[in-house]
């Protein structure tokens, strides 16, 4: 999105001066080599889970990837990525490409392995993380807690337990004090609304509760989680930048008085709920954007161009999102966007379109500040495994090869030129 500077007759971007683009990644997807609800999960319904795939039909350009949907070992996060070991690959990839910064999370089983005990030697590892990071002038934005929970704490009954806020409240303070000079952006939830669906709503995802009261209890639980661990950080420094990560989504009415009305009604729902119940207690808003609903008395798919796993790409969608947040006057970060895309067919049109999109709502005065594609390489995609390709880079799970797809070069060329003005 650019437009012409008639007084200096030179271009001007409309993004400005150190604005953030990088990519976005998590714990538990791309590590490997993790102990916590997951792995257990993943060990229970993995065989399950191939079997499930072979009743759907898939196109060949998935089956003869490895590992595919059919096998097992697709399920099994085991050493994912090798991001644990390989950190300083990825982010030389990553500076390669033009990214001045980098969202990840860091992984609360590691840090805090049994109830009370916190584990010096992982802080270490996530100090070396953020070293490597900026050491190539990228700025680290720290996600705390990316769904994966220490086996104790899903003992205990996960986010459901009584005393859920006084261990994630614990577990914050013990980052915000060890990182007080080195993280600058904080992120303390992702997606807690995607959490809940899956793990209480519709039981796809550990503890694998069906139900709209637990969904309920979880989101409640999570948004004061947020707001405790909020103010505790805030006290160990008031100069962090704290906020949380919304999965927000793009209604679209198909006309009439009804589905005007349930526009609304979604919109207050599942976009602005869980924001306006923090909202004295955010300096700024992690958007991830990836669903674009139509409206006809219920939720339809508008099947324009989908991705691998049958997402509607609509990345156009993003600007009304994004003037819709204008009302809580923070900075928005886009912590996660992006599309599942084996062939690279996709990826360079949806991120042109997002980015172009993102300029327009700039461009009307939305507070944007920062744009992360999910993901910079292939990943651990929870319950469907790691058949859907997510990645700027593709990985072979064979050699762990790390191979860049062309439209990571796509995405380079944009952040110059919005370098360069
Ligand atoms: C999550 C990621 C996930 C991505 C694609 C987001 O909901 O934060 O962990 O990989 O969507 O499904």
């Not at 261990?167 to 609304?193: G, H, M, S």
């Not at 955010?282 to 798919?301: P, T």
């Not at 895309?341 to 920062?370: M, Q, S, Y």
Request: charged fraction near 25%; glycine fraction near 6%.
């Amino acid at each position: 999105m650019e437009f012409k500077d008639n007084t200096k007759s030179a271009r001007k971007s409309v993004f400005p001066a150190g604005f953030f683009w990088g990519a976005a990644t998590s714990a538990h997807q791309v590590e490997g080599g993790n102990q916590n609800d997951w792995t257990l999960f993943e060990r229970q319904n993995a065989k399950r889970l191939s079997q499930s795939a072979q009743k759907k039909h898939w196109p060949d350009y998935i089956l003869n990837n490895h590992p595919n949907p059919f096998q097992v070992e697709n399920y099994i996060s085991g050493q994912a990525c090798d991001h644990y070991n390989r950190f300083k690959e990825d982010f030389d990839i990553a500076q390669s490409l033009g990214h001045n910064a980098h969202r990840f999370s860091i992984e609360w089983s590691r840090i805090e392995p049994e109830e009370g005990k916190f584990n010096g030697k992982e802080i270490e590892h996530y100090r070396e993380v953020i070293r490597a990071l900026r050491e190539r002038d990228m700025e680290p934005f720290v996600t705390l807690w990316h769904w994966t929970l220490p086996r104790w704490l899903e003992n205990k009954g996960g986010i459901l337990t009584e005393d859920f806020q006084r261990y994630f409240v614990r577990y914050a303070e013990r980052l915000a004090v060890a990182f007080k000079n080195d993280v600058q952006f904080w992120f303390t939830i992702n997606e807690p609304e995607i959490y809940c669906l899956n793990a209480y709503y519709r039981g796809r995802r550990p503890p694998q509760k069906n139900g709209f009261f637990y969904f309920y209890r979880g989101f409640n639980s999570l948004i004061l989680a947020h707001r405790l661990a909020y103010r505790a950080m805030k006290k160990i420094s008031s100069r962090f930048t704290i906020g949380i990560v919304c999965n927000l989504s793009d209604f679209k009415s198909s006309g009439g008085p009804v589905n005007a009305f349930l526009k609304v009604l979604f919109e207050r729902f599942w976009n602005h709920r869980f924001l306006q119940k923090i909202k004295n207690e955010i300096d700024a808003i992690g958007l991830n954007f990836y669903f674009h609903h139509r409206i006809r008395y219920g939720l339809r798919s508008a099947n324009e161009v989908i991705s691998d796993v049958g997402w509607d790409l609509h990345p156009e969608g993003i600007e009304s999102i994004l003037r819709d947040l204008q009302v809580y006057e923070r900075p928005i970060y886009i912590t996660e966007s992006g599309l599942a895309d084996a062939r690279d067919k996709n990826r360079a049109w949806f991120i042109k379109e997002t980015i172009e999109a993102a300029g327009r709502a700039l461009a009307r005065g939305v507070p944007v500040r920062g744009y992360f594609h999910w993901s910079l390489s292939d990943n651990f995609e929870w319950d469907n495994g790691f058949w859907p390709r997510f990645g700027l880079v593709e990985i072979d799970y064979r050699t762990l090869e790390r191979k860049i797809r062309p439209s990571a070069w796509e995405y380079k060329k944009i952040i110059e030129n919005h370098f360069n003005v």
